[in-house]
């Protein structure tokens, strides 16, 4: 299987073949093991480094974890999404592109942006507290904030609207 992901704004192909333990990543060859555990747990061994993953989110193509503890973001395309993308259609996630919904149940501890504000792709425009974690919600395209459905404060439930953007373009 192939896949694109997104992580910090650098784009990283994977192709990970069925059946092995060696992936290629960017077309550079590597070794790799992964362990799931019975408590939800998975490690996730690259040459002679070991990764402890947990809380992992999937939400279309955002998926959220915590590897070792810190949490990161990305953006993740499969090999249907990649070709569909090459033939020009857009996803369900994509035509959405411009919203931004809730990624866990939580508490909105701040808002950094105002409505008409301009963002940039990976602006942080919220902060989310979730499981005793204050956690950045990032806008997912460039734009002008068109509306904001919560305030500061306000508890929200998982896929909850939080805001809209108007994409540039």
Known sequence: MQFEAIYNEKTFEIELPEDSETALLNNKEIDFEFIEQSHGRRLLRVGTKLYRIDNVIIDGQNVQMSVN????????KNDQELLLERLGFKSHQAQSIGSLQAPMPGKILGLLISKDEEVEIGQPV????????????????????????????????????ILEIEPRG
Do not use: T
């Open 69 to 76: 503890g810190k949490w990161h973001d990305f953006v993740v």
């Open 126 to 161: 919220a902060i989310l507290e979730a499981m005793k974690m204050e956690n950045e919600l990032k806008a997912p395209c460039s734009g002008k904030i068109s509306d904001i459905f919560i305030s500061v404060n306000e508890s929200v439930e998982k896929n909850q609207p």
